[in-house]
């Protein structure tokens, strides 16, 4: 019960002392029962300065719904994205994070790209096979250390080569591309190298340096692995034949 | 819970637009707001959530979760700390008309507000909440929402006054 003491913009509600600023607050959303709301339309009434309050509340909030509904703009390729089934997520390069989470079904024989908006044109999308780099998947040895230079200033460096529960050859490797490093895996299929799972391997951003790596997303590539090899991955000579053979 | 059933799907498209406003609340940069409602999206969509979950509650709980531990965790949110109103230009047409600069002030006194008062102002204010509803929504008591609902447009009032005292 609303019970006015001898503190003029101090009541008790509840338990709860509440000032006039709580009281104009809920008065505005419809929140106060009606003996408080007769009490405060009666203050309102020979209070100027409580009523210019809550005239400055009220514009305070017209002008928040104005803000607020010029940014109800959704990124278009959500929607599809949403819509979507069985189908990798491909973001546009954020800002804060810049990078990717991919959800990789287990088993699944391609994982379908989704790029619906790749705001910077020079953007290297992971998940796309270009021919640079499947040539590389097709020729590059794997290796603990250094780098093959790519064009757009990709560096590549494949890590392993190990044989898929479908028969097909796969490989995971590491891309870099200015602070953007990826872990993928990517198998060959009818002579194409298609790339199965991409994940953000790690981000630095150089001024903050706060983004570590992206665990959930090399668990995603490492789950990858462990649900798709059929055996351990090859050794150096093994893998220099297969390349050799072509395959 | 390893996908979203199809009504679900449904339901978080048209809950996208809310979901953006909710980030937006959170994050204070529309470009931020971007980037969060798109990894929780994702996150729905790699995780799933019980089909009898409420999709709308299911998805700001999942994006303030995502805030909380990926950006606040971070102390992403210091970058911002010294550059300009976050929400700058959000929603202004013409430079010079009185709205838009009371658009500007709004703007830049709600970047001021602590994310938490943001967030239930925004709820309310903006969303058309009941106190009750954006408790639920935010998982705090309904009195929490109160206060920071009060406290925001407090904290608005008294900021926008003495931004308007400090340039007339």
Known sequence: ?247 | MASLTAQQRQDLIEELPRLKRFCLSLTSDPADADDLLQITVERLLEKGMPEDAHVAKWSHRVCRNLWIDEIRSRDVRSRYAQSESALEGAGTTSANTDESVQLDRVSAAMERLPPEQRAALVQVAVEGCSYAEAAAFLEVPIGTIMSRVARARKALAEDLEWSAEREA
Request: charged share 25%.
């Open chain 1, 1 to 247: 019960m609303c019970m006015s003491d001898d503190r003029q913009n101090v009541v008790d509600m509840a338990g709860t002392r509440v000032d006039d600023d709580h009281l104009l607050s809920m008065y505005i959303d419809n929140e106060l029962d009606a003996e408080r709301t007769i009490a405060l339309i009666t203050r309102l009434r020979s209070d100027p300065a409580l009523r210019a309050r809550l005239n400055a509340m009220e514009a305070n909030d017209s002008a928040l719904k104005t803000l607020f509904a010029a940014q109800t703009d959704v990124p278009e390729h959500l929607a599809p994205l949403v819509t979507a089934d069985n189908i990798s997520i491909m973001p546009r390069m954020v800002n804060w994070t810049r990078r990717l989470t991919l959800s990789a079904a287990a088993g699944c024989v391609a994982v379908v790209a989704l790029v619906a908006s790749l705001d910077q044109p020079d953007v290297f999308n992971p998940m796309t096979m270009d021919p640079q780099l499947a040539a590389a998947l097709e020729q590059s040895a794997s290796r603990a250390s250094g780098w093959e230079r790519l064009d757009n200033g990709r560096n590549f460096r494949s890590v392993l080569t190990f044989p898929a529960t479908d028969g097909r050859w796969c490989r995971e490797f590491l891309l870099a591309q200015d602070e953007s490093h990826w872990r993928g895996v990517a198998c060959r299929d009818n002579g194409e190298w298609e790339n199965q799972v991409v994940g953000s391997e790690i981000f630095l951003e150089q001024e903050t340096q706060y983004r570590p790596a992206g665990t959930d997303d090399s668990e995603q590539v490492v789950r990858f692995i462990d649900e798709t090899a059929a055996d351990v991955a090859l050794g150096p000579q093994q893998e220099a034949a297969l390349i050799n053979s072509g395959w």
